[in-house]
Protein backbone atom coordinates (compact mmCIF):
# COMPACT_ATOMS: atom_id res chain seq x y z
CA UNK A 1 0.00 0.00 0.00
CA UNK A 2 1.30 3.21 -0.97
CA UNK A 3 1.59 6.55 1.48
CA UNK A 4 -0.53 9.19 0.63
CA UNK A 5 0.40 12.72 2.50
CA UNK A 6 -2.46 15.05 3.10
CA UNK A 7 -1.75 18.77 3.97
CA UNK A 8 -3.46 19.86 7.27
CA UNK A 9 -3.07 23.33 9.44
CA UNK A 10 -3.68 23.96 13.50
CA UNK A 11 -6.68 26.02 12.70
CA UNK A 12 -4.64 29.26 11.76
CA UNK A 13 -3.94 29.47 7.78
CA UNK A 14 -0.45 29.63 7.14
CA UNK A 15 0.20 27.35 10.33
CA UNK A 16 0.92 24.08 7.97
CA UNK A 17 2.05 20.68 8.98
CA UNK A 18 2.23 17.64 6.99
CA UNK A 19 0.45 14.63 7.99
CA UNK A 20 1.58 10.80 6.28
CA UNK A 21 -1.19 8.48 6.44
CA UNK A 22 -1.66 4.77 4.43
CA UNK A 23 -4.41 5.17 1.47
CA UNK A 24 -6.53 2.67 3.86
CA UNK A 25 -6.76 5.10 6.95
CA UNK A 26 -8.02 7.51 4.87
CA UNK A 27 -11.75 7.10 5.89
CA UNK A 28 -11.15 6.24 9.61
CA UNK A 29 -11.80 7.58 13.22
CA UNK A 30 -12.02 11.03 13.07
CA UNK A 31 -12.84 13.54 10.08
CA UNK A 32 -9.89 14.80 7.46
CA UNK A 33 -8.14 17.72 8.42
CA UNK A 34 -9.35 20.66 6.95
CA UNK A 35 -7.23 23.94 5.92
CA UNK A 36 -8.18 27.22 6.46
CA UNK A 37 -12.01 29.26 5.96
CA UNK A 38 -14.99 28.91 8.01
CA UNK A 39 -17.47 26.04 8.01
CA UNK A 40 -20.95 26.56 5.91
CA UNK A 41 -23.93 28.02 8.34
CA UNK A 42 -26.48 25.38 6.30
CA UNK A 43 -27.46 23.78 3.22
CA UNK A 44 -30.37 27.02 2.70
CA UNK A 45 -33.03 26.96 -0.71
CA UNK A 46 -30.93 23.86 -1.63
CA UNK A 47 -32.37 21.46 0.88
CA UNK A 48 -35.71 21.79 -0.49
CA UNK A 49 -36.01 22.63 -3.96
CA UNK A 50 -35.44 18.32 -4.69
CA UNK A 51 -35.32 19.12 -8.45
CA UNK A 52 -35.09 15.67 -10.58
CA UNK A 53 -35.19 16.75 -14.15
CA UNK A 54 -37.30 19.19 -14.83
CA UNK A 55 -39.34 20.16 -11.24
CA UNK A 56 -40.40 23.26 -9.41
CA UNK A 57 -37.81 25.87 -8.56
CA UNK A 58 -37.57 26.88 -4.79
CA UNK A 59 -38.94 30.07 -4.24
CA UNK A 60 -35.40 31.31 -2.95
CA UNK A 61 -34.02 30.50 -5.87
CA UNK A 62 -36.57 32.33 -7.86
CA UNK A 63 -35.70 35.32 -5.83
CA UNK A 64 -31.66 34.99 -6.58
CA UNK A 65 -30.24 37.52 -9.06
CA UNK A 66 -28.46 36.51 -12.65
CA UNK A 67 -25.06 37.76 -10.76
CA UNK A 68 -25.80 35.40 -7.55
CA UNK A 69 -26.92 32.18 -9.24
CA UNK A 70 -22.89 31.92 -10.03
CA UNK A 71 -22.60 31.96 -6.08
CA UNK A 72 -21.49 28.31 -4.80
CA UNK A 73 -21.81 29.88 -1.09
CA UNK A 74 -21.72 26.52 1.33
CA UNK A 75 -21.25 23.99 -1.54
CA UNK A 76 -18.27 21.40 -1.88
CA UNK A 77 -16.69 21.06 -4.91
CA UNK A 78 -14.22 18.62 -5.77
CA UNK A 79 -11.20 19.15 -8.36
CA UNK A 80 -8.68 16.15 -9.60
CA UNK A 81 -5.59 17.75 -10.99
CA UNK A 82 -5.48 20.86 -8.65
CA UNK A 83 -1.67 20.68 -8.58
CA UNK A 84 -1.06 22.26 -11.45
CA UNK A 85 -1.88 23.89 -15.00
CA UNK A 86 -5.49 24.80 -15.26
CA UNK A 87 -6.83 22.37 -11.95
CA UNK A 88 -5.16 25.36 -10.28
CA UNK A 89 -7.40 27.81 -11.96
CA UNK A 90 -10.09 25.75 -11.15
CA UNK A 91 -9.58 25.23 -7.75
CA UNK A 92 -8.92 28.88 -7.17
CA UNK A 93 -12.25 30.35 -8.52
CA UNK A 94 -14.80 27.51 -7.15
CA UNK A 95 -13.23 29.44 -3.92
CA UNK A 96 -13.63 32.70 -5.09
CA UNK A 97 -17.12 31.62 -5.97
CA UNK A 98 -18.03 30.35 -2.07
CA UNK A 99 -16.85 27.16 -2.41
CA UNK A 100 -14.70 24.53 0.03
CA UNK A 101 -12.76 22.62 -2.32
CA UNK A 102 -11.17 19.32 -2.27
CA UNK A 103 -7.99 19.09 -4.10
CA UNK A 104 -6.99 15.91 -5.87
CA UNK A 105 -3.37 15.08 -7.58
CA UNK A 106 -0.85 12.07 -7.55
CA UNK A 107 2.01 15.15 -6.65
CA UNK A 108 0.21 15.66 -3.28
CA UNK A 109 2.93 17.75 -2.17
CA UNK A 110 2.15 20.49 -5.01
CA UNK A 111 -1.24 20.77 -3.04
CA UNK A 112 0.29 22.75 -0.95
CA UNK A 113 0.61 25.57 -3.38
CA UNK A 114 -3.02 25.33 -4.85
CA UNK A 115 -4.26 25.02 -0.87
CA UNK A 116 -3.37 28.60 -0.02
CA UNK A 117 -5.06 29.86 -2.87
CA UNK A 118 -7.83 28.70 -2.04
CA UNK A 119 -7.57 29.45 1.76
CA UNK A 120 -6.74 33.24 0.52
CA UNK A 121 -10.29 33.41 -0.93
CA UNK A 122 -11.31 32.63 2.31
CA UNK A 123 -12.46 29.18 1.93
CA UNK A 124 -11.62 25.50 3.41
CA UNK A 125 -9.07 23.57 1.31
CA UNK A 126 -8.52 19.68 1.82
CA UNK A 127 -5.76 17.63 -0.08
CA UNK A 128 -6.07 14.30 -1.11
CA UNK A 129 -3.35 11.89 -2.83
CA UNK A 130 -5.29 9.95 -5.91
CA UNK A 131 -4.51 8.34 -9.15
CA UNK A 132 -7.91 8.28 -10.91
CA UNK A 133 -7.35 5.19 -12.97
CA UNK A 134 -7.91 3.13 -9.87
CA UNK A 135 -11.27 3.56 -8.95
CA UNK A 136 -10.70 2.55 -5.31
CA UNK A 137 -8.70 5.95 -5.47
CA UNK A 138 -11.77 7.43 -6.55
CA UNK A 139 -13.83 6.69 -3.55
CA UNK A 140 -11.42 7.75 -1.45
CA UNK A 141 -11.33 10.96 -2.65
CA UNK A 142 -15.61 10.80 -2.40
CA UNK A 143 -15.23 9.73 1.09
CA UNK A 144 -12.57 11.91 2.08
CA UNK A 145 -14.82 14.84 1.24
CA UNK A 146 -18.09 13.39 2.75
CA UNK A 147 -16.21 12.79 6.07
CA UNK A 148 -14.54 16.42 5.92
CA UNK A 149 -17.22 18.51 4.75
CA UNK A 150 -20.55 16.06 4.79
CA UNK A 151 -21.59 16.55 1.05
CA UNK A 152 -20.29 16.86 -2.18
CA UNK A 153 -21.96 19.07 -4.81
CA UNK A 154 -19.50 19.62 -7.55
CA UNK A 155 -16.83 17.41 -9.29
CA UNK A 156 -14.50 18.79 -11.73
CA UNK A 157 -12.75 15.67 -13.79
CA UNK A 158 -9.92 17.62 -14.38
CA UNK A 159 -6.82 15.10 -14.22
CA UNK A 160 -4.90 14.27 -17.77
CA UNK A 161 -2.47 12.94 -19.50
CA UNK A 162 -1.27 13.71 -23.38
CA UNK A 163 0.82 12.19 -25.74
CA UNK A 164 1.71 12.75 -29.69
CA UNK A 165 3.01 9.37 -30.51
CA UNK A 166 2.51 8.55 -34.29
CA UNK A 167 -0.44 5.80 -34.64
CA UNK A 168 1.98 3.12 -36.04
CA UNK A 169 4.75 3.37 -32.89
CA UNK A 170 2.22 3.79 -30.55
CA UNK A 171 2.30 0.84 -27.98
CA UNK A 172 -0.73 -0.66 -26.37
CA UNK A 173 0.40 0.11 -22.78
CA UNK A 174 0.42 4.03 -24.23
CA UNK A 175 -2.51 3.74 -25.27
CA UNK A 176 -4.57 2.66 -22.37
CA UNK A 177 -2.15 4.45 -20.12
CA UNK A 178 -4.10 7.42 -21.53
CA UNK A 179 -7.49 5.86 -21.39
CA UNK A 180 -7.08 5.15 -18.35
CA UNK A 181 -6.29 8.58 -16.52
CA UNK A 182 -8.21 10.76 -19.29
CA UNK A 183 -11.73 8.78 -19.79
CA UNK A 184 -11.85 5.64 -17.04
CA UNK A 185 -10.33 7.97 -14.70
CA UNK A 186 -13.39 10.47 -14.60
CA UNK A 187 -15.94 7.67 -15.10
CA UNK A 188 -14.85 6.17 -11.62
CA UNK A 189 -14.69 9.90 -10.51
CA UNK A 190 -17.99 10.50 -11.63
CA UNK A 191 -19.20 6.82 -10.35
CA UNK A 192 -18.02 8.13 -6.79
CA UNK A 193 -19.27 11.60 -6.61
CA UNK A 194 -22.79 10.92 -7.77
CA UNK A 195 -23.63 8.15 -5.17
CA UNK A 196 -22.87 11.24 -2.42
CA UNK A 197 -24.10 13.94 -4.44
CA UNK A 198 -27.48 15.48 -3.85
CA UNK A 199 -30.22 16.88 -6.71
CA UNK A 200 -29.12 20.11 -8.02
CA UNK A 201 -25.31 19.10 -7.39
CA UNK A 202 -23.24 19.32 -10.93
CA UNK A 203 -20.08 16.89 -13.37
CA UNK A 204 -18.18 19.48 -15.35
CA UNK A 205 -15.77 17.12 -17.41
CA UNK A 206 -13.15 18.56 -19.22
CA UNK A 207 -12.60 17.37 -22.53
CA UNK A 208 -10.93 19.36 -24.97
CA UNK A 209 -11.41 20.85 -28.66
CA UNK A 210 -9.33 18.03 -29.87
CA UNK A 211 -12.05 15.61 -29.08
CA UNK A 212 -14.11 17.93 -32.05
CA UNK A 213 -10.93 18.48 -34.77
CA UNK A 214 -7.51 17.66 -35.38
CA UNK A 215 -4.07 20.35 -34.50
CA UNK A 216 -1.78 18.81 -36.48
CA UNK A 217 -0.26 16.19 -33.97
CA UNK A 218 -0.39 12.49 -33.74
CA UNK A 219 -2.27 12.10 -30.74
CA UNK A 220 -4.46 9.70 -31.08
CA UNK A 221 -4.82 8.41 -27.73
CA UNK A 222 -5.30 11.73 -26.17
CA UNK A 223 -8.21 12.66 -28.72
CA UNK A 224 -10.06 9.14 -28.46
CA UNK A 225 -9.73 10.08 -24.84
CA UNK A 226 -11.25 13.32 -25.02
CA UNK A 227 -13.83 12.32 -27.91
CA UNK A 228 -14.93 9.58 -25.41
CA UNK A 229 -15.29 12.19 -22.85
CA UNK A 230 -17.67 14.28 -24.67
CA UNK A 231 -19.87 10.75 -25.23
CA UNK A 232 -19.54 10.03 -21.84
CA UNK A 233 -20.95 13.09 -20.99
CA UNK A 234 -24.05 12.93 -22.75
CA UNK A 235 -24.84 9.42 -21.53
CA UNK A 236 -24.09 10.05 -17.55
CA UNK A 237 -26.68 13.30 -17.96
CA UNK A 238 -29.33 10.88 -19.33
CA UNK A 239 -28.66 8.71 -16.96
CA UNK A 240 -28.67 10.77 -13.52
CA UNK A 241 -30.49 14.52 -14.68
CA UNK A 242 -33.46 12.80 -14.96
CA UNK A 243 -33.46 10.49 -11.99
CA UNK A 244 -30.99 11.74 -9.43
CA UNK A 245 -30.90 15.47 -10.16
CA UNK A 246 -27.41 15.75 -11.54
CA UNK A 247 -26.10 17.51 -14.29
CA UNK A 248 -23.35 16.38 -16.24
CA UNK A 249 -21.44 18.63 -18.78
CA UNK A 250 -18.30 19.21 -20.40
CA UNK A 251 -15.71 22.02 -21.59
CA UNK A 252 -13.91 21.99 -24.31
CA UNK A 253 -10.64 24.29 -24.01
CA UNK A 254 -8.49 25.40 -26.74
CA UNK A 255 -5.32 26.71 -26.58
CA UNK A 256 -4.43 27.73 -22.73
CA UNK A 257 -0.81 27.64 -21.26
CA UNK A 258 -0.27 24.45 -19.08
CA UNK A 259 2.80 22.06 -19.00
CA UNK A 260 1.43 20.48 -21.83
CA UNK A 261 1.69 23.01 -24.20
CA UNK A 262 5.37 23.85 -22.90
CA UNK A 263 6.16 20.53 -24.25
CA UNK A 264 5.28 21.17 -27.87
CA UNK A 265 7.79 21.06 -30.42
CA UNK A 266 8.99 25.00 -30.96
CA UNK A 267 6.93 26.86 -33.44
CA UNK A 268 3.87 24.45 -33.27
CA UNK A 269 1.70 26.55 -31.38
CA UNK A 270 2.70 29.86 -33.74
CA UNK A 271 0.93 27.47 -36.56
CA UNK A 272 -1.93 26.92 -34.49
CA UNK A 273 -2.32 30.34 -33.15
CA UNK A 274 -3.51 31.24 -37.08
CA UNK A 275 -6.41 29.01 -36.43
CA UNK A 276 -8.02 31.04 -33.66
CA UNK A 277 -9.85 33.61 -34.49
CA UNK A 278 -8.87 36.15 -31.93
CA UNK A 279 -4.98 35.50 -32.69
CA UNK A 280 -3.88 34.37 -29.23
CA UNK A 281 -4.17 32.18 -26.20
CA UNK A 282 -7.20 31.63 -23.99
CA UNK A 283 -6.27 33.26 -20.31
CA UNK A 284 -7.34 30.80 -17.84
CA UNK A 285 -10.27 33.21 -16.09
CA UNK A 286 -12.03 32.91 -19.30
CA UNK A 287 -12.05 29.32 -18.98
CA UNK A 288 -12.81 29.28 -15.43
CA UNK A 289 -15.66 31.78 -15.68
CA UNK A 290 -17.29 29.01 -18.13
CA UNK A 291 -16.50 26.45 -15.50
CA UNK A 292 -18.64 28.33 -12.54
CA UNK A 293 -21.70 28.80 -15.44
CA UNK A 294 -22.10 25.16 -15.78
CA UNK A 295 -20.95 24.21 -11.77
CA UNK A 296 -23.43 26.76 -10.36
CA UNK A 297 -27.40 27.37 -10.92
CA UNK A 298 -26.27 29.70 -13.86
CA UNK A 299 -26.37 26.31 -15.59
CA UNK A 300 -29.31 24.56 -14.18
CA UNK A 301 -31.07 23.97 -17.19
CA UNK A 302 -28.01 22.94 -19.04
CA UNK A 303 -27.36 19.38 -18.96
CA UNK A 304 -25.48 16.50 -21.23
CA UNK A 305 -23.68 19.78 -23.30
CA UNK A 306 -20.20 20.04 -24.49
CA UNK A 307 -19.38 24.32 -23.61
CA UNK A 308 -16.43 24.71 -26.39
CA UNK A 309 -13.87 27.34 -25.32
CA UNK A 310 -11.53 28.03 -28.13
CA UNK A 311 -11.79 31.70 -29.35
CA UNK A 312 -13.35 29.78 -32.53
CA UNK A 313 -10.66 27.23 -33.14
CA UNK A 314 -12.46 24.64 -33.99
CA UNK A 315 -14.76 26.49 -36.68
CA UNK A 316 -11.54 26.91 -38.81
Partial sequence: MTQ?????????????????????????????????????T??????????????????KELQMSVLDRFRLDGRVAIVTGASSGLGVDFARGLAEAGADVVLGARRVERLEATAKLVEAAGRRALAVAVDVADPAGAERV??????????????????????????LKETPEQFRTVLDVNLSGCY???QA????????????????????????????????????????????????????????????PGFFRSEMTDEYRPGYIETQLTRVL???????????????????????????????????????
Fill in 4 to 40: ETQAITSGTPGASVGLTCDASTMAGPGPPAVRGGSAP
Fill in 42 to 59: GHGWRDDRRRHGGGNLGA
Fill in 278 to 316: DGRFGEPAELTAALLFLASDAGSFVTGQTLVVDGGFSIT
Fill in 193 to 252: AARVMRPGSSIVNISSVLGLTTAGLPQAAYTASKAGLIGLTRDLAQQWTGRQGIRVNALA
Fill in 142 to 167: AAAAMEAFGRVDVLVNNAGIGTAVPA
Fill in 188 to 190: WMA
